[in-house]
């Protein structure tokens, strides 16, 4: 009997064993749909087998093997069961929900495809998102893919359908799409010159394709390094290979993509990110697992695509967080790319002007190779002039000190830009009584409620509760109700109070729709807009030429806080911020207000001195026995008290007896204990090894599985880095 093992995504560790019937070839990396209890599932076969270990009479036999995409290759599958292995989950999860959701699901793929359209040159430049009509939602729909394959185009079924088809052939009846080929279209159209330093960076990594080599590519905010990434993609497409790029969070930088189509115009580029509507993004990922597209580019789950003839890999702003899945699957995007540059052998760069101190340290220790870019890449450009404002000293108002108001003034008059950081959406983040001293806080979270002003509505952060402003006190009945503290909104209207004639705008995630956020990005770039307010939103990748000075408000709270990290993550912000100041000509200027004027990380800060400030970060992390000197798990759990989330967790402890060199850590609630209404603590285990670590998590977690109380959430998190 042909007996093959299937992944399929049930809550259980195990494959599943069903046998092949003679006339369906169902080798390893094949899609099959196999019957599992009354249902049918979509199952990847991972291995095949002579024989099985259950009851061959009780076997059941594959229902049908898919074919309508080309098969799961074989890295594929290793790169899989590395990630189960290391982030100990099923196997069966970490396949399926690696496949694109089309992929998943028993529905067919739509016969259409292989029939290609591109928007053409006749088409009307400003197409509408949101366009009304038929014709212009798959126009939108075209553009967005670059090159759209008909099937992903049909959404509907029936008449719509018919409908969709005549819309598609009224747009290339008018010219505004043709038909097109997927090819490997090598045509490069480089923005710049190189500076010598560039070309330097370009050369050394050039030599080392074709190699599994991991680079860190440290190059200051503004060095040009998205060019270097160009240069090089430009080689590895000439040679005949894939590209596959990473990067934070596409929908935020819609001029990133812009650039690569520009750099690019004949080549095939898959866009993969979340946002994307199902049949789009299964779309990209087919055109990169059948080796059309010569560029992959997207968020972190970009990482779990098949490429056929992968020959480099980018991580753009390796540092960034989002990086890391926060659930399921809780994998490092950036870890995962430098498993396949090793599993291909071909370069990885790392690409940040602020590393992670996992990627410092790994270059420190020999691993990686250190590339850097000192100088800002444009013309004249100098990196800012960072000053601290001592908060004592100066006393604000409204949040804005005197020197601050004086710097937006001058930058008012030469008719040059500002920019207002402050991490913290929102009008207030504390709406509260001054006659009994109620605050409004939220029922399901450890957390008070946000005030929003612009809508009269008080939000938490945390979960996403939201209520109208009350009228009066819900404990007492008074009327006068204080706002305390500020967020952008608040910041936003003093701004606009303080200077009436200038033209305020604000970025953060309140601003929900991407048309919105794409037009207010516009408007700073065309000098449409004189102060910008904003959070951490703004503070990558984005290249705004009249921005000469950077406010920083309310940075201390995290200069105090309890996370290890919080150092590393505001330094980080913070250089990427001031990195948004003086990017032409004009000398830049970042203003950070202060209540700890002579603290090391402003005085790094000031200096642009990120290799101090790592290293006295690690030596930091090394006497505190903290990552990256150390390996860490930590296992979570969730339930509606918190004894019950205490006692597992202080159970799980007691299950396996950590080998020599394994530590396992007292129970702890989280800072949020309470979110959406569940208890949460954890428990942190650390290891001078990782294999050591890793030895110690398998036994843990098939213990683990087998002993958890069936009404309580867990889940292991490798190398974890939020803990809130
Ligand atoms: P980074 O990603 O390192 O912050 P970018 O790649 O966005 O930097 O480049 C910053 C600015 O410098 C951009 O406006 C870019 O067009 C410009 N630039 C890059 N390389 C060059 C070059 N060789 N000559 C002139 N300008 C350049
Ligand atoms: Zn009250
Ligand atoms: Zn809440």
């Avoid at 050394?204 to 040009?224: D, I, K």
């Avoid at 290249?543 to 408000?553: A, E, I, Q, S």
């Avoid at 603590?681 to 036994?699: K, M």
Wanted: charged share 25%; aromatic share 6%; with cysteine.
């Amino acid at each position: 009997m042909k007996i093959a093992r299937v992944a399929l995504d049930v809550p259980l560790t195990r494959l599943f064993d069903y046998s092949c019937p003679d006339a369906l070839s169902a080798p390893p990396g094949a899609r099959v749909v196999v019957p599992f209890g009354k249902r049918h599932l979509v199952g990847v076969v991972v291995e095949t087998a002579a024989a099985t270990t259950f009851d061959p009479g009780k076997i059941k036999a594959i229902a049908r093997v898919l074919e309508d995409a080309p098969p799961l290759p074989a890295d594929w599958l290793a790169l899989m069961r590395f990630l189960a292995l290391y982030y100990q989950r099923p196997l069966g999860e970490t396949v399926i929900s690696s496949l694109p959701p089309r992929l998943r699901s028993l529905r067919p793929l739509p016969r259409e495809d292989r029939i290609f359209w591109r928007v053409a040159a006749a088409a009307p430049k400003a197409i509408d998102e949101r366009g009304s009509t038929r014709k212009e939602q798959l126009l939108a729909k075209i553009e967005s893919q670059g090159l759209a394959e008909q099937g992903t185009l049909l959404s509907g079924q029936g008449k719509d359908r018919a409908a969709e088809r005549i819309a598609l052939r009224a747009l290339a009846k008018a010219g505004w799409i043709e038909n097109a080929v997927p090819v490997a279209g090598t045509r490069f159209v480089p923005g710049h010159p190189l500076t010598p330093t560039q070309v330097e960076v370009v050369e050394a990594l050039r030599a080392r394709l074709g190699t599994f080599s991991p680079f860190l590519l440290h190059g200051v905010t503004g060095s040009g390094k998205t060019e270097i990434y160009l240069h090089l993609i430009a080689e590895t497409l000439r040679s005949g290979r894939q590209a596959m790029v990473l990067v934070p969070e596409i929908g935020l930088t819609p001029q990133l993509e812009a650039r690569f189509r520009s750099s690019f115009p004949d080549a095939s580029i898959a866009v993969l990110h979340s946002g994307l509507d199902d049949s789009t993004r299964t779309s990209g990922w087919l055109r990169a697992a059948r080796g059309e597209s010569g560029i992959v580019l997207g968020t972190r789950l970009a990482v779990l695509a098949p490429l056929p003839r992968l020959g480099l890999v980018i991580v753009d702003e390796e540092h960034d967080s989002s990086f890391k899945q926060q659930e399921g699957l809780r994998y490092s995007g950036r870890d995962a790319a430098v498993f396949r540059a090793r599993q291909a052998g071909v370069p990885i760069i790392l690409g940040t002007a602020t590393p992670s101190l996992e990627t410092y340290s790994n270059m420190l220790a020999g691993r990686y190779t250190l590339v850097e870019l000192p100088e800002r890449a444009s013309p004249g450009a100098r990196m800012p002039v960072v000053r601290t404002i001592d908060l004592k000293a100066e006393p604000e108002q409204q949040g804005l000190t005197p020197s601050l108001v004086r710097a937006i003034e001058a930058r008012l008059a030469r008719s040059e830009q500002s920019l207002i950081f402050i991490n913290r959406r929102g009008y207030a983040p504390v709406l509260t009584c001054g006659s009994c001293g109620w605050a409004a806080s939220c029922d399901r979270c450890t957390a008070r409620l946000v005030m929003h002003k612009s809508d009269q509505r008080l939000r938490c952060h945390h979960c996403g509760f939201e209520e109208a402003i009350p009228r009066h006190c819900p404990q007492c009945g008074n009327v006068d109700l204080h706002a305390l503290g500020r967020g952008t909104q608040r910041v936003e209207e003093t701004l606009a109070e303080r200077f009436p004639g200038a033209r305020v705008v604000r970025i953060d995630r309140d601003i929900a729709r991407r048309k919105t956020l794409a037009e207010t990005l516009d408007s700073i770039r065309d000098g449409r807009a004189d102060i910008l307010v904003g959070t951490q939103m703004i503070a990558k990748g984005h290249d705004f030429p009249g921005m000469t000075l950077v406010g920083v408000l309310n940075a201390d709270s995290s200069l105090l806080s309890t996370d290890y990290r919080a150092g590393e993550r505001l330094f980080a912000m913070l250089m990427q911020v001031s990195g948004r100041a003086g990017r032409r000509e004009t000398q830049g200027e970042v203003l950070v207000q202060t209540r700890y004027p002579g603290h090391p990380l402003y005085a790094a800060l000031a200096r642009h001195d990120y290799a101090g400030f790592a290293r006295s970060q690690l030596a930091e992390r090394e006497v505190a026995g903290f990552p990256p000197s150390v390996f860490e798990a930590a296992l979570r759990a969730e339930s509606t008290t918190l004894a019950d989330s205490m006692a597992f967790l202080r159970m799980a402890a007691e299950l396996v007896e950590p080998p020599e060199g394994v530590r396992i850590f007292d129970p702890v609630p989280h800072v949020v204990t309470r979110r959406a209404g569940l208890e949460r603590a954890q428990l942190l285990v650390q290891s001078r090894t990782r294999p050591a670590l890793q030895g110690f998590l398998q036994a843990w977690n098939d213990s683990l599985f087998e002993h958890a109380p069936r009404n309580l959430r867990w889940h292991l998190d490798v190398d974890p880095i939020e803990f809130d």
